[in-house]
């Protein structure tokens, strides 16, 4: 079993900057992505980045690109997101994730789920 716990969400204006931090606990053997997700009230669960475990291979969503960067330490168990250049628009629930698949685009792909932390951005 995998825990994953989020936090560093919270309030910006737009423009600003956010990091959000997710410690990884448990029996990480085989799990090969980490990825970030958000939810909007009423909508799915959307992908917005993912890395993999092993190596350098990073992968954002088109909406993202260039203003999020998603990194990991392996020495610390956290995955991170950081966020520049908010918009109104990704106000969401953010999702830390992690998979034992290669394919990472998909909410159905990952196995584990942390409870989320909200991001709120003002316009």
């Known amino acids: 079993q995998v825990r994953l716990v989020e936090s560093g969400g919270g309030s910006v204006p737009a423009g600003g900057s956010l990091t959000l931090s997710c410690a990884v606990s448990?029996?990480?053997?085989?799990?090969?992505?980490m990825g970030w997700f958000r939810q909007a009230p009423g909508k799915e669960r959307e992908f917005r980045a993912a890395?993999?475990?092993?190596?350098?291979?990073?992968y954002y969503a088109d909406s993202v690109k260039g203003r999020f960067t998603i990194s990991r330490d392996n020495a610390k168990n956290t995955l991170y997101l950081q966020m520049n250049s908010l918009k109104p628009e990704d106000t969401a629930t953010y999702y830390c994730?992690?998979?034992?698949?290669?394919?990472?685009?998909?909410?159905?792909?990952?196995?584990?789920w942390g409870q989320g932390t909200q991001i709120t951005v003002s316009s």
């Open positions: 448990g029996d990480t053997f085989g799990i090969y992505t």
């Open positions: 890395i993999r475990t092993i190596g350098l291979n990073t």
């Open positions: 994730a992690a998979a034992r698949s290669s394919d990472y685009f998909y909410a159905s792909q990952y196995d584990y």
